[in-house]
C-alpha cells in the first residue's frame, strides 16, 4: 500500500521540491499546506500517513501544529523539517510529539531516510528508499 503525505511550509519552493522528492520514491501527497492551520484542517480531513511540518510559520507554528495533530490523532507520525537548528526548539518539538527532524537544506535522500524510519521503523535506518 502507498505511503500518503501531507506536506506544510510556508514557502511553496519547498513544498515543491519535498513533493518531488515524495513523489520519486513513490509516495503519494495527497495535500500541501502553507501555515499551521491549514495543516491541522488538512491532516483531519484527509489523514495522511505522515505530516511534514515546517518549525516557523504564519498563523501558527509547526510546533502548536503538532500539539493539536496529536490532540486530535495520538498516533499520527509528524516530521519537522526546519532551518532552526536550536536544540529548544527541537526538544519541544518533540515533546509535542513529532517524531523525528531534519534540518533545512536538505538533501532528499535524508528526507527519504527520515521519512522512512518514521512511517516503517528504525531498523530501516540507512536503507534504500522503499518503492511499492
Same mark, same amino acid.
Given at each position: 500500500?502507498?505511503?500518503? &503525505?501531507?506536506?506544510?511550509?510556508? +514557502?511553496?519552493? #519547498?513544498? !515543491?521540491?519535498?513533493?518531488?522528492?515524495?513523489?520519486? *520514491?513513490?509516495?503519494?501527497?495527497?495535500?500541501?499546506?502553507?501555515?499551521?492551520?491549514?495543516? /491541522?484542517?488538512?491532516?483531519?480531513?484527509?489523514?495522511?500517513?505522515? #505530516?511534514?511540518?515546517?518549525?516557523?510559520?504564519?498563523?501558527?507554528? %509547526?510546533?502548536? $501544529? *503538532? =500539539?493539536? +495533530? /496529536?490532540?486530535?490523532?495520538? @498516533?499520527? !507520525? &509528524?516530521?519537522? /523539517?526546519? $532551518?532552526?537548528?536550536?536544540?529548544?526548539?527541537?526538544?519541544?518539538? &518533540?515533546? *509535542? %510529539? #513529532?517524531?523525528?527532524?531534519?534540518? !533545512?537544506?536538505?538533501?532528499?535522500?535524508?528526507?527519504? =531516510?527520515?521519512?522512512? =524510519? +518514521?512511517?516503517?521503523?528504525? @531498523?530501516? /535506518?540507512?536503507?534504500?528508499? =522503499?518503492?511499492?
Amino acid at each position: 500500500m502507498i505511503k500518503t &503525505i501531507l506536506v506544510v511550509d510556508d +514557502i511553496a519552493f #519547498v513544498r !515543491k521540491t519535498l513533493t518531488e522528492i515524495f513523489t520519486e *520514491a513513490h509516495y503519494e501527497v495527497i495535500g500541501e499546506a502553507a501555515d499551521g492551520k491549514e495543516a /491541522i484542517d488538512l491532516f483531519n480531513k484527509l489523514k495522511p500517513d505522515l #505530516v511534514t511540518l515546517d518549525l516557523v510559520m504564519p498563523k501558527m507554528s %509547526g510546533i502548536e $501544529a *503538532a =500539539r493539536q +495533530i /496529536i490532540k486530535s490523532d495520538p @498516533h499520527a !507520525k &509528524i516530521m519537522m /523539517i526546519t $532551518a532552526m537548528s536550536q536544540e529548544n526548539l527541537v526538544m519541544e518539538a &518533540i515533546n *509535542a %510529539g #513529532v517524531r523525528d527532524y531534519l534540518l !533545512k537544506p536538505f538533501a532528499a535522500q535524508d528526507v527519504l =531516510r527520515t521519512a522512512e =524510519r +518514521i512511517l516503517f521503523g528504525d @531498523h530501516l /535506518i540507512n536503507s534504500k528508499p =522503499r518503492s511499492t
